[in-house]
């Protein structure tokens, strides 16, 4: 059974950070492209940042710069590294894992970014 569970989500000011992580558990992290999504209510889901299948990064240019995706193989978990937060973060925030096919999601963490 494939499990995905973030955590790391808050309450943080404008211009702090936060690390997200996310939790693999049945598949491998190195093995499948992984990517941190996010959603606020009424808008489509985003990718803010992914590793792809050959283990290149992408980064959206509306968090380019501020946002690292990262991965531990060993730990099997995936870090997404955000700064320089401002209120338009504000979102829940989905881990996601991809092979062939096969899409697993996480239940998310919501980051709350406000004074």
């Known amino acids: 059974q494939v499990r995905l569970v973030e955590s790391g989500g808050g309450l943080v000011e404008p211009g702090g950070s936060l690390r997200l992580s996310c939790a693999a558990s049945?598949?491998?992290?190195?093995?499948?492209?992984m990517g941190w999504y996010r959603q606020t209510p009424g808008k489509q889901r985003e990718l803010a940042a992914a590793?792809?299948?050959?283990?290149?990064?992408y980064v959206a240019n509306s968090v380019k710069g501020r946002f690292t995706i990262s991965r531990d193989n060993a730990e099997n978990m995936v870090y997404l590294q955000m700064n320089r937060l401002t209120p338009e973060d504000t979102a829940v925030y989905y881990c996601?894992?991809?092979?062939?096919?096969?899409?697993?999601w996480g239940q998310g963490t919501q980051v709350t970014v406000s004074s």
């Open positions: 049945g598949i491998m992290v190195n093995g499948h492209a």
């Open positions: 590793f792809y299948g050959d283990g290149t990064t």
């Open positions: 996601n894992a991809r092979r062939y096919g096969s899409v697993y």
